[in-house]
């Protein structure tokens, strides 16, 4: 454990030690620095998998705080790797990314210092055991975040984009806040091995600091409707910040879910059914809302919604089967839950990256000028693509593996013996399905409209080379990450069996009916993989005395970028089925003559949480903040006056209450 708590610090030192260096070669101290202290962090949670035993640590921090505990298990042990691997994989690719910037003359000395506190913060929340710890750990967290989102603070959005994040930030945790007081109330400690003893034998009062904590850790997962964050500080950060945010950090407000999960001896329907019906409109209104969009980075964000929302439905059914007494339920939403987790690390952190790219040659994040990128970078397309078939769950990747899971554990519900749960079982098999079906709509847009057809602006035509290896080379490690999963989903059941069994409170034994299913899909797409191999490797063979002609051009002398879909083009008449659910803002220049110069259309979508509740909540915020706007003069002597009429205020209230 000693050597976990040297990673952390060398975490917390890097970003200090790395400022000592020039601008050229502070990433590169930094990446190596933080290779260093991943190995570190890595050993104690690999031994925990190896061994099967917690690994425990105490530190003594009287008067102020006492004695607190930091505890390696299954659980923990699980987010160490997700949070380790991912974030330096980020940081690697920061090195290409931020070239641009420093070349620029921009100044990332406060960005390299907050990278690593970041993940440092990150660690330390998924291990400590003592709820005022957690608590500073998860505002370090919040802060670093914070301060890495407004990386372009010279731009207004940015600005503003990172203030809604700290304020939704600070709404969650002052949930947690009230669901740790009640239970530390309780529970005499502040400790969480005292939580259990008392949330396990008091019910009512588990079910009250569940709730209050799911609202604040759902806050920080992006769970609808306290989402309204996500949308706009991940397009706005830098993109190895989006895709550690995305692929990492919000997972630790599923961890939060999670460990409180673990402290209750078995969760009520209600909050059972509470946490399916979220995840489902979650799933649905995330990807509803990723389909509409023209940024591909909000794109992508609303996409993490979705994902979340698909956790979410996993969480929920594993909760029914501990509600309704079906371990086999159990077991398979929290195992579907958990791999979703480390999938959806895996592939959000490809596409965030790979936008990146995309971004970094482009410098604009709008779809609609895009087009024809992939000839000019190549690896860059062959990578968003497989992003792409991964995030839609199709094999034989790893999205596909995690969802089946979830699937399946759905099916097995449909044995429940209650009216309720199975048409809550029936409406959420049908809703994922749904959401599987939007999802490949959304990402078909996004590659055929970045990356096929022609160039639809000037920007396009001026790249002439792909990116970096610095930059691809992460890119090329999540995808090989993804297919493996895919193609030896056995192994990654097996990986996940031991978080889960820390939810249902035993040791789980390897179920043979699903590691023989996961041995089955294991060998279909062996077999799929090497089918296709022989026949490129035929088709090869073939084409050697084939000569290529231009076929007929259907009377068309030479294509050209009008003759393409747009972006908006492209959903609007899916779109167009679901207007109640949409604020739709449309742009149209219709075409006026015979042989028209010019037309236009596009389609912008409004979250309508923010536009129905958020804008005019905000809008109320000014206008009764602004009649106050005269106290604020200026002028000392009116702030004196202030002060002598408060105190008299409180003189008399005094005496009064006296």
Same mark, same amino acid.
């Given at each position: 454990m ?6 952390i610090?060398l975490l917390?030192?890097s970003?200090?030690i790395?400022a ?6 502070? #990433?590169k101290?930094?990446?190596t #620095?933080l !290779? ?7 050993k104690p949670a690999? %031994?925990?998998?190896l061994?099967g ?5 105490? #530190?003594?921090?009287n008067?102020i705080?006492?004695?607190?505990s930091?505890?390696i298990d *299954? #659980?923990? /042990?699980f987010?160490?790797?997700v949070i380790?691997?991912m974030?330096?994989? +980020? ?7 931020l070239?641009?910037y420093i ?8 960005h390299t210092?907050?990278l690593?506190v970041?993940?440092?913060s990150?660690m330390?929340v998924v ?5 005022l710890?957690f ?6 967290m919040?802060l670093?975040?914070? @301060? ?5 603070n010279e ?6 984009a990172g203030?809604?994040?700290? $304020?939704? %930030?600070?709404?969650?945790v ?5 669901a740790?007081a009640?239970a530390?109330i309780?529970?005499?400690s502040?400790d969480f091995?005292?939580?259990v003893q008392?949330?396990?034998n ?10 209050? !904590?799911?609202?604040?850790f759902?806050t920080k997962a992006g769970?609808v409707?306290?989402h309204?964050w996500l949308p ?5 950060a830098?993109s190895h910040?989006?895709?550690v945010m ?8 599923? *961890?939060?879910?999670l460990r ?9 329907k209600f909050a059972?059914f509470l946490?399916?019906?979220?995840g489902?409109?979650? !799933?649905l *209104?995330?990807?509803l809302y990723?389909?509409?969009q023209?940024?591909f980075?909000k794109?992508? /964000? ?7 929302g698909?956790?979410?439905i996993g969480i929920g059914?594993g909760?029914?089967g501990?509600t309704?007494?079906?371990?086999i339920?159990?077991i398979l939403?929290?195992?579907g /839950?958990?791999?979703h ?7 959000k ?6 936008a990146?790219?995309?971004? $970094? ?7 609609e000028?895009?087009?024809?990128l ?9 990578l ?7 995030i839609c ?5 790893n999205?596909f593996i995690?969802e089946f899971?979830?699937y399946f ?7 429940i013996?209650?009216f309720f749960?199975l048409?809550a079982i029936?409406l ?6 749904l959401?599987?079906t939007?999802a490949?709509?959304?990402?078909t847009k ?5 990356f ?11 790249i ?13 490690i999540?995808a090989?990450?993804?297919l493996?999963?895919g193609?030896f989903?056995?192994?990654?059941f097996?990986?996940v069996?031991?978080? !889960?069994?820390?939810?249902?409170s ?6 043979s009916?699903?590691?023989?299913i996961?041995?089955?899909i294991?060998i279909?797409f062996?077999? @799929?993989?090497?089918?296709?191999l022989?026949l490129?490797f035929?088709?090869a063979?073939?084409n050697?005395n084939v000569?290529?002609?231009t ?6 002398d030479?294509?050209n ?10 959903v +609007?008449p ?5 207007k ?6 449309f742009d149209?220049?219709?075409p006026?003559?015979?042989?028209p110069?010019?037309?236009?259309f596009?389609?912008h ?5 923010e536009?129905y509740v958020?804008n005019?909540?905000?809008?109320f915020?000014?206008?009764?903040l602004?009649k106050f706007?005269?106290m604020?003069s ?6 004196i006056?202030?002060?002598?009429i408060?105190?008299?205020v409180i ?8």
């Open positions: 000693n050597i976990y708590f040297i990673g610090i917390f030192l970003g200090f790395s000592i260096f020039s601008q050229k070669n502070k #990433l101290v930094l990446s #620095l !290779a260093i202290s991943t190995l570190f962090c890595l690999v %031994m925990v998998f061994t035993e917690k690994l425990s640590y105490a #530190l003594n921090f008067p705080f006492g004695e607190i930091f505890n *299954y #659980l923990s /042990a987010f160490i790797v380790s691997i974030s330096l994989l +980020s940081i690697i690719y920061s090195n290409g990314y070239k641009p070349e620029k003359g921009k100044n990332v000395s406060y210092m907050f690593p970041l993940i440092a990150m330390l291990t400590t055991s003592n709820a710890a608590l500073i750990f998860w505002e370090i919040s670093s975040s914070f @301060f890495l989102v407004i990386f372009e731009k207004k959005e940015v600005l503003q203030i809604k994040y700290l $304020v939704f %930030m600070h709404i969650s002052l949930f947690i806040i009230i740790f009640i530390s309780n529970a005499s502040y091995a005292a939580f008392v949330l396990k008091n019910s009512q009062l588990a079910n009250t600091v569940f709730l209050l !904590a799911f609202i604040g759902g769970f409707p306290f309204n706009e500080a991940h397009p706005c830098p910040v989006s895709a995305s692929g990492v950090m919000i997972k630790t407000g599923i *961890y939060g879910i409180i999960l673990s402290m209750v001896e078995e969760p009520t059972s946490v399916l019906t979220i489902v409109i979650s !799933a *209104y995330g990807i990723a389909i509409g023209n940024d980075k794109m992508l /964000a609303y996409s993490s919604i979705e994902n979340i698909i956790i979410g059914i909760m029914l501990l309704y007494n079906m371990e339920l159990s939403g929290f195992c /839950a958990i791999l987790i480390l999938n959806h690390s895996i592939f952190e490809l596409m965030f990256l790979a990146g790219s995309v971004y $970094v040659k482009t410098h604009t994040r709008d779809m000028v895009l087009g024809g992939a000839k000019v970078m190549p690896k860059t397309a062959a968003f693509l497989t992003g792409s078939v991964a769950a199709l094999p034989p990747f999205g995690s899971l979830i554990a759905m099916v097995q519900g449909l044995k013996n209650d749960g048409v029936l959420s098999i049908s809703a994922l399905a959401v599987g939007m490949i709509l959304c990402f996004a590659y055929s409209i970045i096929l057809g022609m160039p639809r602006s000037e920007i396009v035509e001026k002439n080379s792909d990116n970096t290896k610095v930059m691809t080379l992460p890119m090329g999540l090989g990450f993804a493996l999963i193609l989903p056995q192994y990654a097996k990986f069996l031991n978080p !889960a069994s820390i939810i249902l035993h040791n789980l034994e390897l179920n009916q699903i590691f023989e996961m041995q089955t294991s279909c062996l077999g @799929f993989i090497l089918f296709t022989l490129l035929i088709k063979k073939l050697k000569q290529s002609y076929t007929w051009g259907c009377g068309y030479r294509a970028n009008f003759m393409q879909y747009s972006a908006s083009s492209y +609007s899916f779109l167009s089925m679901l109640p659910l949409f604020k739709k803002v149209i220049e219709k006026k003559q015979l042989f110069k010019k037309a236009h596009s389609l979508i409004d979250d309508i949480e536009a958020i005019p909540l905000v809008k915020d000014e206008w009764f602004s706007e005269k604020q200026g002028n000392i002597q009116s702030y006056k202030y002060g002598l408060f105190l008299v003189i008399i209230g005094s005496l009064f209450i006296g």
